[in-house]
């Protein structure tokens, strides 16, 4: 199995409303990622877990909140999001921190 | 602030001909350098990596080459496809505190068939 999957793959939330985003992989793989991305815009790195502890927060507002509850699985909460936090979130994992990245196909977030 | 960046957004090639991708970082410290695809509605795929102690790398069709005096980087393919069409992302791994991997702004790639 050489897949990241995330659920759900489209998100639409309001402001006030709770939710999650769903990230697996059977891969081994020790690190997982979070990264942001903007349309016609890069990835930017939001979180980074290795060896299931948050090793990098870069600087990300405290309505997403990760959660890594086994190597295999990473989990990020949103709560009380801005029409702005609308974006593609995708879910990476690899071997050692900072190595080759895997991908999934991104949650697709619309905040109302 | 420092970033790894492109020279074009946007890049048309002819079906056929090789495509050469340009970028351009600014960190010396870098030491791991990584190409992406991104195809529309997809998540990016890796497709070639370089180290710094290296300065040419070949896969299936493409070709990324580094300069480091220069800070620059190109992925080449060879008899663009129009399956080749996505964005293309290189990505630096950033030795700070912590390692992380920062991308670049992106090329669009079209292949005219």
Redesign the interface.
């Known amino acids: 199995d050489t897949e990241v999957t995330q659920t759900p793959k489209h998100l639409v939330m309001g402001m006030t409303n709770k939710k999650s985003l769903k990230c697996e992989q059977h891969m081994g793989h020790r690190a997982m990622y979070w990264y942001k991305q903007k349309a016609k815009k890069p990835p930017e790195l939001m979180f980074v877990y290795s060896y299931e502890k948050l090793s990098i927060n870069e600087s990300v507002p405290s309505r997403f909140s990760p959660e890594c509850p086994n190597s295999s699985l990473l989990n990020l909460h949103l709560h009380a999001l801005q029409p702005e936090d609308s974006a593609l979130y995708l879910c990476a994992s690899s071997y050692w921190e900072a190595g080759e990245l895997f991908f999934g196909e991104g949650s697709r977030l619309t905040v109302l | 602030g420092e970033s790894v960046g492109l020279h074009l957004p946007t890049l048309s090639v002819q079906e056929g001909d090789n495509s050469i991708i340009n970028c351009a970082y600014s960190n010396s410290a870098s030491d791991?350098f990584?190409w992406?695809k991104q195809e529309s509605?997809?998540?990016?795929?890796?497709i070639i990596?370089i180290r710094s102690n290296m300065d040419k790398r070949q896969g299936q069709r493409v070709t990324v080459l580094l300069n480091k005096t220069v800070k620059h980087l190109s992925l080449q393919i060879a008899a663009t496809q129009p399956g080749d069409s996505a964005v293309y992302?290189c990505a630096e791994?950033r030795a700070t505190s912590?390692?992380?991997?920062?991308?670049?702004?992106?090329t669009s790639l079209s292949v005219i068939p």
């Open positions: 791991y990584i992406y509605g997809k998540g990016p795929q890796f990596d992302f791994k912590y390692d992380k991997v920062i991308f670049g702004p992106g």
